[in-house]
């Protein structure tokens, strides 16, 4: 299996600009998870979706993040505008179950907003 | 709740022991343990799922008191490889009846010396 794949590795924009993250999670994973890490909060679960439907956004910090889950296959996050402080790196993980089941993250979209 | 992991950071040489400590103030489904490489993505070593459970694989092995709400990650013996950030992320209930998502410390620098 190719594990979870996240789309671009590296975003590099400017303040008030629209970022779209992607995220392919592994076939056949029910739970689709999105966390952010930075040096000071650490590793933040923003929002996760069962079967597609968001679950818990509990952890979306702002109106400006939006998260879809379109099909089985593919989710985005938005950030829309963009500003300096959402500098981070974005996590997707997946799993085939809540709770006790392994989570599979990402590489990861290293994210610079100037 | 963030979980709470100590120590911070730990410098070892080569084929010493360390223990890295987690702990909960809220009930736990479950624990969960990782590594992360600077400049990648979190990679699963092993999730505790009962109390008094201990679990392990080649010289890394963990123990979970349900009771107390802790969880300890135990290297023996350890290699160059080991060195990165180890991760304890807990899964606990929320209101809806169901498991939150996992919760991560803030984790603990581990570096092997030669």
């Known amino acids: 299996d190719a594990g979870v794949i996240q789309s671009p590795r590296h975003e590099v924009t400017e303040m008030g600009q629209e970022v779209t993250l992607r995220c392919k999670p592994i076939s056949g994973h029910d739970y689709l998870f999105w966390y952010r890490q930075t040096m000071m909060r650490g590793l933040e679960l923003l929002i996760y979706f069962n079967n597609n439907v968001p679950i818990d956004d509990s952890g979306m910090p702002e109106d400006r993040f939006s998260a879809k889950m379109p099909n089985a296959s593919f989710s985005t996050l938005k950030i829309q505008p963009s500003e300096p402080r959402d500098s981070a790196v974005y996590f997707c993980?997946?799993?085939?179950?809540?709770?006790?089941?392994?989570?599979?993250f990402g590489p990861g979209t290293r994210l610079l907003v100037l | 709740q963030q979980p709470v992991q100590s120590p911070q950071a730990v410098i070892l040489r080569e084929g010493e022991d360390a223990v890295i400590n987690c702990s909960s103030s809220k009930a736990l489904y479950s624990v969960h343990w990782y590594r992360q490489k600077h400049g990648e993505a979190p990679v699963f070593l092993m999730i505790l799922l009962k109390g008094g459970e201990q679990k392990g694989h080649d010289k890394i092995s963990a123990s979970f008191n349900e009771k107390k709400q802790q969880s300890s990650l135990y290297l023996t013996a350890s290699q160059l490889s080991y060195s990165g950030t180890y991760f304890c992320g807990t899964e606990g209930g929320y209101s809806g009846g169901g498991a939150d998502g996992l919760t991560f410390g803030k984790g603990t620098h581990l570096i092997i010396q030669p």
């Open positions: 993980a997946s799993s085939l179950g809540l709770p006790q089941e392994t989570q599979y």
